[in-house]
């Protein structure tokens, strides 16, 4: 059971590039969602999906788009890459929105933008 | 506005000895309480939760919390540590028993066990 997996784990990218962040899951997970950890900061939530073609933004969603065509994949684009978008990202999901579900979460993939 | 806050950003302690993580939550709604554990190179795991009911809940590796309403606050214990405890521990807490979306991280606290 591979739960959910980020690729790539590591990323460097010039200011202004385009790319995107890869995330699935295989537990039919209804909820995804994407976060990004800064030092000292916790995590603070992107965007999310409550199941394929519904999305909504979080707290930081600025830079950011995300689509769900599946229920399996909740990609996350970051549409012209900023130093202040260096991070470490983190895509989490669970079984229902409720918050009695735990969140499950990927290995992260480590961005840093020069 | 709701908020998190874990006091120590840093916490060593010697193998074998008791360990004591602090978390503070601002809330004036009924709440869902997290600790989530990150190991080195790792995502975010749970590692265990308050919902409802009896205010101390436990772990299966030996660590426990005790929500306290009165004092607002969800504190981490383990009464021995390990070397492999070594990890960065998040307290988190959803307000009002809304969904998985509204929750919010504190700041993170670093155990770090010394031989």
């Known amino acids: 059971n591979a739960g959910v997996t980020q690729t790539p784990k590591f990323q460097v990218l010039k200011t202004g590039q385009s790319m995107t962040l890869q995330c699935a899951q295989d537990?039919?997970?209804?909820?995804m969602s994407w976060y990004r950890q800064d030092p000292g900061m916790g995590l603070r939530l992107i965007h999310y999906?409550?199941?394929?073609?519904?999305?909504d933004q979080g707290e930081v969603p600025n830079g950011y788009n995300v689509s769900r065509s599946t229920t399996e994949d909740f990609p996350l684009r970051l549409l012209s890459a900023a130093p202040s978008q260096t991070s470490v990202y983190f895509c989490a999901s669970s079984y229902a929105l409720q918050g009695e579900s735990p969140l499950h979460f990927g290995n992260g993939t480590r961005l840093t933008v020069t | 506005a709701q908020s998190v806050t874990q006091l120590d950003s840093q916490v060593p302690v010697f193998e074998e000895a008791p360990v004591e993580l602090r978390c503070n939550y601002s809330s004036s709604v009924s709440v869902y309480l997290f600790w989530y554990v990150q190991y080195p190179n790792q995502g975010l795991q749970l590692l265990l939760k308050?919902?409802?009911?009896?205010?101390l809940v436990e772990s299966i590796n030996g660590f426990e919390a005790e929500f306290n309403k009165s004092q607002t606050s969800f504190h981490l214990r383990k009464p021995s540590v390990h070397i492999s405890d070594t990890a960065e521990y998040f307290c988190?807490?959803?307000?009002?028993?809304?969904?998985?979306?509204?929750?919010?991280f504190g700041s993170g606290t670093r155990l770090s066990i010394r031989p």
């Open positions: 308050y919902l409802s009911g009896s205010t």
């Open positions: 988190a807490v959803i307000p009002g028993y809304s969904s998985a979306s509204k929750i919010i």
């Open positions: 537990m039919n997970h209804e909820y």
């Open positions: 999906s409550v199941g394929a073609g519904i999305t």
